[in-house]
């Protein structure tokens, strides 16, 4: 069965997961695991994404993410671009280090946000790696017992769903996900519709009509001056080089930083180097 395209627009909630290539381990030690939180924390903070929960687990990764204007393949070839750079160049290894494309599953928001938080936050505890969630060091649970995200894990705004007062509202979450311990995989979670979809008929219906109206596109004129500096701004480059050509060592490192920037190759290919002018 071929693969439905993805849907984005601002404000869409997915729970994604991504695996290790043949279901091989993505984490070997805390080092590894710091790297990957390090990665996410700089992603929230550069695609302005909102970061409702994840957990590392030995050869996978779930995240809950309500994308923005960045649409989340640009988020997620950031994050895994890097991290697989990371682990090649620390092991010394070439090639994949997760198994093909990341699964995404579009969420009903107001249906499922806070069962996702807690069956997130239990999965250590499912997978018999701890008996209680919050001596699980890898996961966003224990933001959420503290009762603040650290600026880039939605926690602030999660909360009040709980209660209006901070303290009060903590201890309903702890409650809300301890009652869960029994529960096992949830099934449910994973029932998606058209291959990508969680929620009800209506949902998809509301869904499929806002993604297929057509965008209004403002284009907006823009000088010279402010083509070089955002060139400069993207590569990491003087504007001497935008003017005067890339080195091949400017080049390569451009199109290193394009890649991990989730926007492919620069040009699609081979480059010449021009030269004056």
Known sequence: MSRKPRVHFAGALYHVMCRGNQGQPIFKDDRDRQHYVDLLRESQQRFGYRLYAYVLMGNHVHLLVEVDQAPLSKVMQNILFRYTRYWNRRYRKIGH?????????????????????????????R????????????????????????????????????????????????????????????????????????????????????????????????????????????FNVSAATVLHGFTSGSWERACTDQEGNGLGRPGGGRVQQSGNG
């Open 127 to 234: 997978a018999k790696m701890v008996k209680d969630p919050s001596r699980y060091f890898w996961s966003s649970h224990r933001a959420y017992l503290a009762g603040k995200g650290g600026g880039w894990i939605a926690v602030e705004k999660t909360l009040p769903q709980w209660g209006s007062n901070r303290a009060r509202a903590v201890a309903t979450y702890q409650r809300f996900v301890l009652e869960g311990l029994g529960e096992g995989h949830r099934a449910d979670l994973y029932e998606v519709l058209d291959q990508r979809y969680l929620g009800d008929e209506v949902f998809v219906e509301r869904v499929e009509r806002r993604t297929s109206e057509p965008e209004t596109v403002q284009i907006v004129k823009i000088g010279w001056a402010e083509v070089r500096e955002a060139v400069c701004k993207r």
């Open 97 to 125: 280090l997760f198994q093909g494309r990341y699964q995404a599953i579009l969420c009903e928001k107001e249906s499922y946000l806070l069962e996702l938080i807690r069956y997130l936050h239990l999965n250590p505890v």
